[in-house]
């Protein structure tokens, strides 16, 4: 592995501080919350919520013309699109190296390598998008790392020195079905839980124990019906040749609660689905945003008993509410629109607006939606703009770090007015694949993958 490291400069002048109760009113974080700890750890696909949001404050609001500056630079990783997540000082990540599966651990000061453990055999079968590695963001769970390889491989392994403590596989244990695109999902961790989605006919999702490996239990999502009796977007699904039927997509699922009842919520292949928790009981489905083609790949949203979720191949996306009706829970659509196809570069909710890319194999662009009512207010689409193109999403401290395909990185401005750009910058060194890997941010750093380089830049503010 080759390092590359340059002393960070700051040359532009101090710009005023946001203030962190802000960043609390517009993402509906508790206060507590943001003010729990100074760490600002990014241990998990998405980040601390899943929300693709940072509560880090005190970051720069608008960026140098050359970008910020660039902390380290390493080389060595291995191939792949696994976005790292940070905890405890340490950066964690998969990859293919050779014939290898391979989860790696790296130091967030200098990327330093800490140790790599082989999980198995590459996986390079199926399609060929997406076989140079894996896409699975490695979840820390305190001195526990839960990871799932591209052939179903469910790996717990001690985060300090990489020894795995227990193994399953999702096809073998549990009778899932390989997706076409192979496993890409990120596991969750919720209290003794580790959730993950083999996909089968006995076995849609699946809750372990998260210290053992047992299974807690095994939940079903019986194919859509032929008809949409109950008003509910429900429609007949229809593959192409040379795609496995797969009940797994390429969604990681989330946790939330509504009327005192934690379930999880999961974009399958075939619908957007909720389970209770406790047992893995079906709660309520909506299909109308999944694609016929079981391609899809975004994480749900979830605000306040509201839910979204989109896919591209000539879906959409739709918002869901969430009521009790007698002894059923219901989700009833609030709205649908062709104007979210997003394929795989996730949402953000940020007061009110929905932002995030509009399109699928064939490009699109950023665009930005009200979220109670799926109306456009901005689009990048537009002939007379088209200033970022298609990519990934995530938040910190009141501005949006957005990544396109092409691998330009662009800080914006939320606003439900107008697109405003703070700085872009393009990554050097850049690799002839896809920047499908997202930004994260961690502890004043921008983390940026390109297949085997990762780049860390300071975006922190700092007094002259």
Request: net charge neutral; aromatic share 8%; hydrophobic share 35%.
């Amino acid at each position: 592995m080759t390092r590359h490291r340059t002393r960070p400069t700051y040359l532009m002048p101090l710009l005023k501080l946001n203030r962190i109760l802000s960043l609390v009113l517009i993402l509906g974080f508790p206060a507590s919350a943001a003010f729990a700890s100074e760490s600002f750890d990014w241990p998990q696909w998405r980040g601390p919520d899943r929300n693709a949001a940072s509560r880090e404050t005190g970051l720069l609001q608008e960026w140098p013309e050359s970008g910020p500056p660039l902390t380290w630079k390493i080389t060595g990783l291995g191939g792949g699109y696994s976005t790292p997540s940070v905890a405890n000082g340490r950066i964690y990540g998969m990859s293919s190296r050779g014939e290898d599966e391979v989860i790696w651990s790296i130091s967030e000061n200098d990327g330093s390598e800490l140790w790599v453990t082989r999980l198995g055999s590459a996986l390079t079968g199926g399609m060929p998008q997406g076989k140079e590695g894996s896409g699975c963001t490695p979840t820390v769970d305190g001195n526990r790392l839960y990871v799932l390889g591209l052939s179903g491989d469910l790996v717990c392994l001690e985060s300090i020195n990489g020894k795995i403590l227990w193994r399953k596989n999702l096809t073998a244990d549990f009778g899932g079905i390989l997706p076409t695109w192979r496993y890409n999902e990120s596991p969750l961790i919720d209290g003794e839980k580790v959730v993950v989605t083999p996909g089968g006919d006995k076995a849609t999702l699946v809750a372990l124990n998260k210290m053992t490996g047992e299974t807690i239990w095994t939940a079903v999502l019986p194919n859509p019906p032929s008809n949409d009796s109950e008003g509910s977007g429900q429609r007949q699904r229809g593959g192409r040749p040379g795609m496995r039927d797969s009940g797994a997509g390429y969604s990681s699922a989330i946790a939330i609660d509504y009327k005192g009842q934690r379930q999880y919520v999961q974009f399958t292949s075939k619908a957007l689905a909720g389970f209770a928790a406790s047992n893995g009981e079906l709660l309520w489905r909506y299909d109308r945003p999944a694609n016929r083609y079981g391609i899809n790949c975004s994480t749900p949203v979830h605000i306040e008993g509201k839910i979204l979720a989109a896919s591209a191949y000539r879906a959409g996306g739709g918002l869901v509410q969430l009521s009790q009706e007698g002894d059923r829970l219901k989700a009833n659509e609030v709205w649908f629109s062709k104007n979210m196809e997003n394929h795989h570069g996730g949402m953000l909710v940020i007061d009110g607006a929905v932002y995030g890319s509009n399109g699928g194999n064939g490009g699109g662009y950023l665009i930005c939606l009200d979220f109670q009512t799926g109306d456009v207010l901005w689009n990048e689409k537009d002939p007379d703009k088209r200033r970022v193109k298609k990519g990934s999403v995530a938040l910190a401290d009141g501005r949006i770090y957005y990544r396109t395909e092409d691998g330009v990185m662009v800080l914006i401005e939320p606003s439900r007015m107008a697109y405003i750009e703070r700085g872009r910058f393009e990554q050097p060194d850049r690799t002839n694949q896809p920047a499908w890997t997202h930004p994260i941010i961690a502890n004043g750093k921008l983390y940026i993958r390109d297949q085997n380089q990762l780049f860390c830049y300071d975006v922190k503010q700092h007094d002259q």
